[in-house]
């Protein structure tokens, strides 16, 4: 079964430093990979998305992702922060080959904006 | 009206109400989702409608019944609730089927339930 890791429950950033939030994956092959965005109150709105091609993936909001599969990871980084940029951050994991499986979330990331 | 929209937003009902939550989504999509979000769990997928037909359900409780009339339209029928279903329930649908299949999932804004 598919599996998502996000190892840090809360991370603290100064605006305007860098971001770099961790995603560890278990799947056997190829995964489908994405990071979510949900701010309070709000539903998830999709920051960018993983499926082939180049490992270096650009998203909304000037945030990326890189997709290294020799560590299973699918890391989120942004190299300047926003105060808006506080909110849940999800990392999720598909397997697909037609149908209508889902994904697989991580616990989530809270990202804290210090002024 | 875009994207998926979910109502109402809030409910507060009782153990022995019955109530129901709808989703629509606008994206001629043909697969629906309800997951269950609560504090410090990840999302659990619980229901899944592709082309109508339920084609998961990871073990959730009977109190909880889907019905998904057409590709547009879903809705989770709850009874007798416990307090521990309290939690925020998220809808989404994604476009799925050989060569269509992106994996996205769009999400409405989810409905607040808490159950007294």
């Known amino acids: 079964a598919q599996s998502v890791t996000q190892p840090d429950i809360h991370i603290t950033v100064s605006e305007g430093a860098s971001l770099e939030l961790r995603c560890n994956y278990s799947?056997?092959?190829?995964?489908?990979l994405f990071w979510y965005v949900q701010s309070p109150g709000q539903g998830l709105q999709l920051l960018l998305k993983y499926f082939s091609g180049d490992t270096l993936v650009q998203g909304i909001k000037g945030f990326e992702a890189e997709f290294k599969r020799s560590q299973s990871s699918f890391n989120l980084r942004k190299p300047s922060v926003h105060w808006s940029d506080a909110a849940e951050y999800f990392c999720?994991?598909?397997?697909?080959?037609?149908?209508?499986?889902?994904?697989?979330f991580g616990k989530g990331t809270h990202l804290i904006i210090q002024p | 009206e875009t994207g998926v929209t979910q109502t109402p937003r809030h409910l507060v009902m009782g153990m022995t109400n019955k109530k129901s939550l709808k989703c629509e989504q606008h994206l001629g999509h043909n697969a629906m989702y309800w997951y269950k979000q609560s504090a410090k769990k990840p999302l659990e997928l619980m229901f899944v409608?592709?082309?109508?037909?339920?084609?998961e359900n990871n073990s959730v409780p009977s109190r909880f019944s889907p019905e998904c009339p057409n590709s547009s339209h879903l809705f989770l029928h709850l009874h007798t609730l416990q307090p521990e279903d309290s939690a925020l329930y998220l809808c989404?649908?994604?476009?799925?089927?050989?060569?269509?299949?992106?994996?996205?999932?769009?999400f409405g804004e989810g409905s607040r339930l808490t159950v007294l």
């Open positions: 409608y592709n082309f109508k037909e339920q084609t």
């Open positions: 799947y056997g092959a190829t995964p489908y």
């Open positions: 999720a994991v598909g397997d697909y080959e037609g149908g209508a499986d889902g994904l697989t």
């Open positions: 989404a649908s994604s476009q799925v089927g050989q060569g269509t299949n992106t994996g996205e999932l769009f």
